[in-house]
């Protein structure tokens, strides 16, 4: 069974920054693109960041362009979203996407608050 599991999140004043990770198992993680989205409170989610299968191609949603960092470890199964001068519109749960598979995380809860 295809499982993916969210880390790193927490509460933070803006400007600080926090590192998500997703574990995966259950499927052959070198082969797949990746992606983190997110959901913040009371709407739908929001992409946030795309990786390809090898780590060369990686995309970004225009709000968090600059700020954010999506990066991989193949050899680990391991999605990784580094996250730099936080903004309180970044509140949200965070999740990790395998999009052509179809399966998601549970999210990890990143709150932006003086």
């Known amino acids: 069974e295809a499982q993916l599991v969210e880390s790193g999140g927490g509460t933070v004043q803006p400007g600080g920054s926090l590192r998500l990770a997703c574990t995966t198992s259950?499927?052959?993680?070198?082969?797949?693109?990746m992606s983190w989205v997110r959901q913040p409170p009371g709407k739908g989610p929001d992409w946030v960041s795309n990786i390809s299968w090898n780590g060369d191609k990686k995309s970004y949603a225009d709000s968090v362009k600059g700020r954010f960092t999506i990066s991989r470890d193949n050899a680990n199964n391991t999605l990784f979203l580094q996250m730099d001068n936080l903004k309180p519109e970044d509140t949200a749960l965070y999740y990790c996407?395998?999009?052509?598979?179809?399966?998601r995380g549970q999210g990890t809860q990143v709150t932006v608050s003086t």
């Open positions: 996407t395998n999009r052509l598979l179809g399966i």
């Open positions: 259950g499927f052959y993680f070198p082969n797949y693109d």
